[in-house]
């Protein structure tokens, strides 16, 4: 069965580093997303990319964040000064059409120290 | 803006019914989806209602009333491997603005 994969699992970082979070969506898959999880807390919408463009994004989604489809396969998220408070769950999801069912990846857990 | 609620726990036994009910209120209402996430884990989708009525998939089913801007999930003959945060995410009207519910944590006793 397909499914969504990020890499890495883990990643931890300094304030003020640079990430970027990598994602491989479903391959036919035409909608990605990034969201975010605090431990403990519920599900926060980052951004939506669809034809190679950001669709939406919400507040948190700032200067400091940056998606790409760089090669057809994968999806990226890139922090470009990270913060104590990005420390979170990072998960990408992809789905076919619009509403109804997001695959979700296994996500990456973003330690900021 | 866009507010969801759910009860914050849920506890039943093994073999019981458990209702888990949202509430919504958001500019625009385009579907209410289920998902469910163990400790650790992913979220991983249940089903999906865009129209009033109840879906029935198995020992799960979801029901919306929008209307009432309100849906609850049924989980019928519970079993220990149902524990787990069960989240409810609405998609509003016209944008890819995907907004989660704050979760249910169910736990599920012998």
């Known amino acids: 069965e397909p499914e969504v994969t990020q890499t890495p699992s883990h990643q931890v970082t300094q304030m003020g580093q640079e990430v970027i979070l990598r994602c491989v969506p479903i391959?036919?898959?035409?909608?990605f997303y990034w969201y975010r999880q605090i431990l403990g807390q519920k599900v926060e919408f980052l951004v939506s990319?669809?034809?190679?463009?950001?669709?939406?994004k919400s507040e948190i989604f700032d200067d400091q964040f940056s998606v790409e489809r760089p090669d057809g396969s994968n999806f990226t998220l890139k922090i470009r000064s990270t913060k104590l408070e990005d420390s979170a769950m990072y998960f990408c999801a992809s789905t076919y059409t619009l509403g109804g069912e997001q695959y979700f990846g296994p996500g990456t857990r973003l330690t900021v120290t | 803006g866009q507010s969801l609620e759910q009860p914050s726990e849920v506890t039943a036994v093994e073999g019981a019914i458990v209702q888990i009910n949202c509430t919504y209120q958001t500019s625009g209402f385009y579907g209410l989806s289920w998902y469910q996430q163990h400790d650790g884990g992913a979220p991983t989708f249940l089903s999906y209602?865009?129209?009033?009525g109840l879906e029935e998939t198995g020992r799960f089913s979801s029901f919306l009333s929008r209307s009432d801007s309100y849906g609850y999930l049924l989980l019928q003959e519970l079993q220990m491997k149902d524990s787990a945060s069960y989240f409810c995410a609405v998609r509003d009207n016209y944008g890819q603005n995907f907004v989660f519910g704050p979760g249910t944590r169910l736990s599920v006793l012998p």
């Open positions: 209602n865009a129209l009033d």
């Open positions: 990319f669809y034809n190679n463009e950001i669709s939406e």
């Open positions: 391959s036919n898959h035409l909608y």
